[in-house]
T-cell receptor, first 115, second 111 residues
Framework: NAGVTQTPKFRVLKTGQSMTLLCAQD?????MYWYRQDPGMGLRLIHY???????AKGEVPDGYNVSRLKKQNFLLGLESAAPSQTSVYFC??????????????FGPGTRLTVT | RKEVEQDPGPFNVPEGATVAFNCTYS??????FFWYRQDCRKEPKLLMS???SGNEDGRFTAQLNRASQYISLLIRDSKLSDSATYLC????????????FGAGTRLFVKA
């Protein structure tokens, strides 16, 4: 059981370049999320999805776009990378839970450096 | 003021020690609470949920105080393998779905 996987694991971009981070989960989870983690700031939610074909903005959405064309995949795009987007990106998924008492399962992360 | 605040530490303790972490949150409408553990350069993983009545899982005890808006994590008989960063997580529905992670508290357990 792979759980949540992310590709690539590492990437170095130059300012202005674009890229897509791929997240895949095999647990049939409804919810998927993209976070970034920076030193001293904890994880911050970029975008999330509550189901196939739907996405919503999180706390820090500017400069990112997402798509959820298939339930198991959640893509994060950077159209024009900036040094401020240097970070570790984590994807996560969780089951739909009315009470919101759910566990999030995280992927191994993508370390992105923008020069 | 941050919505979820933790003492960043680091806490340096010897094996066998008892250590406690606190986390405060600002949104009184928050609904569910968790502690996650994150090892160096790894992804966060759920350690335990936190219930109003308090809950225990082996050497770990979590408490929630809604009146004072804080949660705590107590680790008894610390092991070297407990060395990690502990993240406080608060969920709420104010203005839509919202999950806030604390910045984490680093723990080093030494022999």
């Amino acid at each position: 059981n792979a759980g949540v996987t992310q590709t690539p694991k590492f990437r170095v971009l130059k300012t202005g370049q674009s890229m897509t981070l791929l997240c895949a989960q095999d647990m049939n989870h409804e919810y998927m999320y993209w976070y970034r983690q920076d030193p001293g700031m904890g994880l911050r939610l970029i975008h999330y999805s509550v189901g196939e074909g739907t996405t919503a903005k999180g706390e820090v959405p500017d400069g990112y776009n997402v798509s959820r064309l298939k339930k198991q995949n959640f893509l994060l795009g950077l159209e024009s990378a900036a040094p401020s987007q240097t970070s570790v990106y984590f994807c996560a998924s969780s089951t739909l839970a009315v009470t919101q008492t759910y566990e999030q399962y995280f992927g191994p992360g993508t370390r992105l450096t923008v020069t | 003021r941050k919505e979820v605040e933790q003492d960043p530490g680091p806490f340096n303790v010897p094996e066998g020690a008892t250590v406690a972490f606190n986390c405060t949150y600002s949104n009184s409408a928050s609904q569910s609470f968790f502690w996650y553990r994150q090892d160096c350069r790894k992804e966060p993983k759920l350690l335990m949920s936190v219930y109003s009545s308090g809950n225990e899982d082996g050497r770990f005890t979590a408490q929630l105080n809604r009146a004072s808006q804080y949660i705590s994590l107590l680790i008894r008989d610390s092991k070297l393998s407990d060395s990690a960063t502990y993240l406080c997580v608060v969920n709420g529905l104010t203005g839509g779905f919202k999950t806030i992670f604390g910045a984490g508290t680093r723990l080093f357990v030494k022999a």
